[in-house]
């Protein structure tokens, strides 16, 4: 997840020097690429073993080099006269053959996302491809995760869970996946943006119902960390006129009893077809409540009829 960098002060350790040699030299680091979990927040939320990781590298790379270097210098950790190369979404094409030629010599190669877990939301996905295709180790670092913080504290369920990421911005690629969403019988879990989140919950409440539970963690680990918790209905109505800051989870609970009164059924299917074309209500509410298109096409059918030409 793309968290600001770590900013909370901490005392700076000991300084670790990197890598070490002599005699007491612990046994170096395995040659391969390491998938290196960062802080999301408080920059104490990192493992002794990522610490080891980053000591000892022959190679660093991040999505924000800045970053990792802010961090290594918190917890004493020279860079020294290793590389340290930016890898992220805009130079993927450019980097991986260097990075990929560093292991094929049998570099140890450290990979750190800005915050968070690479791979979960944030780069990393197409270098660890090549590495695995190449028969290069691939080894990960665990550590911090927005997606578990949140599960953490968000008081949802959480014997089973589906990561959904960001939602796409484009408003038909959108709706559709908010209606695939629906009857997925596992707390949600989604990304959003300070700028839409009000937009998100909106749609939310309407493909899913706004009934449905749910929780926003936002600012997670750090100094103004705050949850929300309600209906997706309560929680819209909460941050009205809200000016939320930090990168947000939301979290929604799983269907709870579909609808499938015809009752009911033809009021949710009067309010899409106010919104929507028929065949994009037909499709949202059959995906939304899991029921036959073709029983829901049929009912939009009849409700056109009733309702008459304008």
């Known amino acids: 997840m793309p968290d600001p960098a770590p900013n909370s002060p901490e005392p700076t350790p000991q300084t670790v020097s990197a890598p070490a040699t002599g005699a007491s030299a612990r046994r170096p680091l395995a040659p391969g690429l390491h998938i290196l979990s960062t802080p999301i927040g408080a920059a104490r939320d990192i493992t002794l ?54 292991l094929e010599e049998g570099k140890a190669v450290a990979y750190a996302s800005e915050a968070g877990t690479p791979l979960v939301a944030d780069p990393g996905y197409q270098l660890a491809r090549a590495a695995i295709e190449a028969g290069h180790p691939v080894l990960a670092a665990p550590g911090a995760s927005a997606v578990l913080a949140a599960l953490a504290v968000g008081g949802l369920p959480t014997d089973r869970f589906c990561f959904m990421g960001f939602a796409p911005s484009q408003t038909s690629a959108r709706r559709q996946f908010l209606a695939e969403a629906a009857n997925i019988p596992a707390t ?22 706004g009934d449905r539970e749910c929780a926003i963690c936002r600012e997670l680990t750090k100094r103004f960390e705050e949850v929300i918790r309600g209906t997706l209905d309560a929680v819209a109505q909460t941050i009205t006129g809200r000016d939320l800051k930090g990168e947000i989870v939301i979290l929604v609970d799983r269907a709870r ?37 073709r029983r829901v096409y049929q009912l939009a059918l ?9």
């Open 49 to 102: 073993r990522a610490l080891d990781i980053l000591a000892e590298a022959d190679i660093l790379a991040a999505e924000d080099t800045r970053s990792l270097r802010r961090l290594m210098e918190i917890h004493g950790i020279r860079v020294g006269d290793r590389p340290l190369w930016a890898y992220h979404d805009h130079n993927g094409l450019k980097m991986r053959p260097k990075i990929m030629a560093a």
């Open 257 to 293: 009893n579909p609808v499938t009164d015809d009752d009911d059924l033809e009021a949710v299917l009067r309010t899409a077809l106010t919104r929507h074309s028929l065949r994009e209500a037909v499709d949202m509410v059959a995906t939304a409540r899991g029921i036959a298109r």
């Open 188 to 209: 949600l879990v989604f990304y959003e943006s300070p700028k839409r989140i009000h937009r998100m919950l909106g749609e939310l409440a309407e493909s899913l119902g």
């Open 302 to 310: 009849n409700l056109e009829r009733e309702e008459g030409p304008e």
